[in-house]
């Protein structure tokens, strides 16, 4: 299963944001639906450096003094929800290590064998042979998935430097993380936003 924008956004939607601590770029803040932990999570901030922190896992980042400049696209600048997982994988520091960031996906075996073939000439007995030998009976686990296409021959033909090929996806919760990362840092400018024109009424 895969985590979309649609699933992030329904599991918070009753989230509030509690501000713990907000000095220039020392931040804490707390999002969580009222009585209850599941799916809460913090974001901490200190120079150079950003933790998500909760119940879908903990990550650390590190780029900007101010990560959450980092964080904030253009994309997003209309309230939109975008996030851009290999860019800021690069920026992970420090990983969960009971979730991690990617985990193997026999999709993902498929996919790559599918555009292997594509870019030859392969006749339809290979091609049921590669459907009978390995498409059927891909393994649970990568070593042996590899394995066993490394070791695939038939008629000559050989997947060649397979053990380039990427077999994994992104995990479920890190893909809700970098979701809530965006989705939290719009709530903190929203709320700032509103303090900024309330002072400005109270100076008129």
Not at 35 to 64: A, E, Q
Not at 82 to 91: A, F, M, P
Not at 120 to 149: C, K, T, Y
């Amino acid at each position: 299963m895969k985590c979309t924008k649609q699933i992030f956004l329904e599991d918070i939607e009753n989230h509030q944001m509690y501000v713990i601590r907000d000095e220039e770029v020392y931040r804490h803040l707390r999002f969580k639906k009222p009585g209850t932990n599941c799916m809460s999570f913090d974001i901490i901030t200190w120079p150079g450096h950003l933790c998500y922190t909760g119940d879908m896992g903990t990550y650390v980042f590190k780029r900007l003094p101010d990560m959450f400049e980092f964080f904030r696209t253009k994309s997003n600048e209309a309230g939109e929800i975008s996030i851009n997982l290999d860019y800021w994988e690069e920026k992970c520091i420090a990983i969960d290590h009971r979730i991690g960031i990617t985990e193997y996906s026999k999709d993902n075996v498929r996919t790559c064998i599918t555009e292997r073939l594509a870019d030859g000439d392969v006749s339809p007995a290979l091609r049921q042979a590669i459907e009978n030998e390995i498409l059927n009976n891909i393994p649970d686990n990568e070593f042996e998935a590899r394995d066993m296409i490394n070791n695939f021959e038939h008629e000559g033909f050989t997947f060649q430097d397979f053990w380039e090929a990427n077999l994994s996806n992104y995990t479920y919760r890190y893909v809700w993380c970098c979701y809530a990362l965006v989705w939290g840092i719009q709530r903190y400018d929203i709320l700032k936003e509103e303090k900024l024109k309330v002072l400005e009424l109270l100076d008129q």
